[in-house]
């Protein structure tokens, strides 16, 4: 399969993903904000792994939250998307976007002096 083809249904997976995780009715995931970073499908469809980021609530209830609704995605991804086969998904916690707004609070806390603005001039 050309990579090009891979990329696509990678991004349409991500779109769903998302959208579903709206629908769902898991109480672990209702109070969590889920952001789908990015979906990596094996070539053969059988296998998709998700990354994700949870930003509130606790990160071992949305792990099994979105574990055991695994297969309602599944079945959710079947009926919208056209493909062959539909993958299994393995989700995997991504902490970029916490690593982020990390660095970002750091470099806010960032405090220059009138005198080092001078110097940095110079």
Same mark, same amino acid.
């Given at each position: 399969?050309?990579k090009?083809?891979?990329?696509?249904?990678n991004?349409?997976?991500?779109?769903?993903?998302?959208?579903i995780?709206?629908?769902?009715?898991?109480?672990?995931?209702?109070?969590?904000?889920?952001?789908?970073?990015?979906?990596?499908?094996?070539?053969?469809?059988?296998?998709?792994?998700?990354?994700y980021?949870a930003?509130?609530?606790?990160?071992?209830?949305?792990?099994?939250?979105l574990?055991?609704?695994?297969?309602f995605?599944?079945?959710e991804? #079947?009926?919208?998307?056209? *493909?062959?086969?539909?993958? $299994?998904f +393995?989700f995997? @916690?991504?902490h970029?976007? /916490?690593?982020g #707004?990390?660095?970002?609070k *750091?470099?806010?806390?960032? $405090?220059? +002096?009138?005198? @080092?603005?001078?110097t940095? /001039?110079?």
């Amino acid at each position: 399969m050309a990579k090009y083809r891979r990329d696509r249904i990678n991004d349409e997976v991500k779109k769903e993903l998302s959208m579903i995780l709206r629908e769902v009715k898991d109480p672990r995931l209702a109070n969590a904000f889920i952001s789908i970073t990015a979906v990596d499908v094996t070539g053969d469809l059988k296998f998709a792994k998700v990354y994700y980021s949870a930003m509130q609530g606790d990160k071992k209830e949305v792990a099994v939250g979105l574990r055991s609704c695994a297969g309602f995605i599944r079945r959710e991804i #079947a009926q919208r998307l056209n *493909l062959r086969m539909t993958p $299994e998904f +393995t989700f995997i @916690e991504d902490h970029s976007i /916490e690593h982020g #707004a990390h660095i970002s609070k *750091l470099l806010n806390s960032i $405090e220059i +002096t009138p005198e @080092e603005e001078e110097t940095e /001039e110079d």
